[in-house]
């Protein structure tokens, strides 16, 4: 009866409601759902803008909004470690859990088996692939094929979003492009080894990075050579995420000069930026603005 009503609901409003129910683990990726299922799907994410997604506390409400989803995507690669946790406590044994990376061409994955000793928060290669827009491009093809196959009357919907979206994305990486080309070649110190596809898109040297190695902490041993790298190259910013403290890329700007350029790698990682092109409208324009 409530079905029936429901349904009476929607033909007399118009009103569509969501077919298909979806989890993201970051925001980025919540918001390439969002744009190819708009109102067909219902979307929540788990790891907020402003977190470090390597490391996210396994809370019991995100079990939660787990249990009734349809689909999981995940960036994978071993970024999230912490959503197999998050997938076994949801009990949930229809959830189908998509890994985006699946035709990216991957970088840094190592040629050998990492072993805990290894000290790495990157045991199966670069995960940070989002970082390059052309990627983007790919993520949202294998949403819109993950949504088609859970929706299938709903599929030219999504291929219509799908489109409209690519070609909004085209104009912009154009537009990242003619931006970027005077930073061409130029060096840059990161601080997590998370800008390795966006540098190789953009033909930027990556100098070093302030952590020794991902996910460690930075030392004042890696500072101190950091100091003579940036004195003999004439590296004049570090770019880093604004979930990272900033206290050992300050002290490098205050012993060799350099600019400390602090930016969100995910949407709403700082108010304002509540779409993947916003976010890396601002990446491009504050790096442009910093390093020129
Ligand atoms: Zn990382």
């Known amino acids: 009866m409530k079905k029936i009503i429901l349904l009476l609901l929607i033909a007399v409003t118009g009103i569509s409601y969501a077919n298909i129910k979806v989890v993201a683990t970051t925001t980025v990726i919540y918001d390439l759902v969002k744009e190819i299922g708009k109102d067909k799907v219902m979307v929540d994410f788990i790891a907020r803008g402003d977190q470090d997604p390597h490391f996210i506390d396994v809370l019991p409400s995100y079990m939660i909004k787990l249990r009734n989803a ?38 840094e994955v190592p040629n050998f088996k990492p072993d805990a000793s290894y000290g790495d928060v990157h045991p199966f290669g670069n995960p940070h692939y989002w970082m390059d827009p052309e990627n983007a491009r790919i993520m ?11 929706s299938n009357r709903d599929e030219s919907y ?3 979003n799908l489109d409209n979206y690519l070609s909004e994305l085209e104009k912009k990486i154009i537009e990242w492009k003619s931006k970027m080309a005077p930073v061409q070649g130029k060096p840059i110190i990161f601080f997590h080894a998370s800008w390795i596809y966006f540098a190789e898109r953009y033909g930027i040297i990556t100098s070093g990075f302030v952590e020794p190695k991902p996910g460690i902490s930075p030392s004042p041993s890696h500072n101190a050579e950091l100091v003579q790298l940036i004195k003999s190259k004439g590296i004049k910013i570090i770019v880093m995420e604004n979930y990272y403290s900033d206290s050992a890329p300050n002290q490098l700007a205050r012993l060799a000069g350099i600019k400390v350029v602090k930016v969100p ?22 790096i442009v603005q910093n390093i020129l």
């Open 70 to 107: 349809d689909i999981l995507f995940r960036i994978g690669m071993g970024l999230e470690m912490w959503s197999d946790q998050l997938i076994d406590g949801s009990r949930n044994s229809n959830l189908k859990v998509i890994d985006l990376s699946s035709n990216i061409q991957k970088k």
């Open 140 to 150: 949202a093809k294998e949403i819109y094929k993950a949504l088609s196959s859970e």
């Open 158 to 160: 999504f291929k219509k």
């Open 265 to 286: 790698t995910a949407v709403y990682g700082v108010r304002g930026i509540n779409s993947y092109i916003e976010m890396m409208d601002y990446i491009i324009n504050q």
